[in-house]
T-cell receptor
Framework: DGGITQSPKYLFRKEGQNVTLSCEQN?????MYWYRQDPGQGLRLIYY???????QKGDIAEGYSVSREKKESFPLTVTSAQKNPTAFYLC????????????FGPGTRLTVL | AQKVTQAQTEISVVEKEDVTLDCVYE???????LFWYKQPPSGELVFLIR??????QNEISGRYSWNFQKSTSSFNFTITASQVVDSAVYFC???????????FGQGTTLQVKP
């Protein structure tokens, strides 16, 4: 089955720790995205990558970092510099052109203790 | 600036009622794309529809229908004969052909009661 997987589903982190969220897709999509969703709010773009070894900052990139070494993988690291990291994180992918819809993974809920 | 407004934060209906979710957008682009996504309690966003700015034809898919009106910058979504399984958060989104970024509205939480 083609799709997007995110792991883990739930993640707990102590303050001051970095944590990496996994996102893998087997849809052969060129573009991948990371969004953050806070309660009662829409999604906000953190980072996106249109091709391997290239990525751009979204609207709220501060405190986050990404890598795109393989087409199918786009991990997101939440660093200790992110002041309010507790949120629901969604990964998405799409065929490269802007017209195409994005498909989303099941999400990771991160809680900072 | 680009913006999507979903003025209805929460809607509650009884099963079998029709319900319309409103979406108003702002953009200066001549070419853009509009989307609706459904987010059930599991959290994953499910793609429902995409509309191109140059195609104002309304669309119907089963109990779902969409009304796109450029004159009022609106892209409303109607569910006919709602069912409990329709309960979810629904997001309207706008994508510019220039930036490729997807701008989401705040979402409308729909509760369908049996």
């Amino acid at each position: 089955d083609g799709g997007i997987t995110q792991s883990p589903k739930y993640l707990f982190r102590k303050e001051g720790q970095n944590v990496t969220l996994s996102c893998e897709q087997n849809l052969n999509h060129d573009a991948m995205y990371w969004y953050r969703q806070d309660p009662g709010q829409g999604l906000r773009l953190i980072y996106y990558s249109q091709i391997v070894n290239d990525f751009q900052k979204g609207d709220i990139a501060e405190g986050y970092s990404v890598s795109r070494e393989k087409k199918e993988s786009f991990p997101l690291t939440v660093t200790s510099a992110q002041k309010n990291p507790t949120a629901f994180y969604l990964c998405a992918s799409s065929i490269g052109t802007p017209v195409n819809e994005q498909f989303f993974g099941p999400g990771t809920r991160l809680t900072v203790l | 600036a680009q913006k999507v407004t979903q003025a209805q934060t929460e809607i509650s209906v009884v099963e079998k009622e029709d319900v319309t979710l409103d979406c108003v957008y702002e953009t200066r682009d001549t070419t853009y794309y509009l989307f609706w996504y459904k987010q059930p309690p599991s959290g994953e966003l499910v793609f429902l529809i995409r509309r191109n700015s140059f195609d104002e034809q309304n669309e119907i898919s089963g109990r779902y229908s969409w009304n796109f009106q450029k004159s009022t910058s609106s892209f409303n979504f109607t569910i006919t004969a709602s069912q409990v399984v329709d309960s979810a958060v629904y997001f309207c989104a706008l994508k510019s052909s220039n930036t490729g970024k997807l701008i989401f509205g705040q979402g409308t939480t729909l509760q369908v009661k049996p």
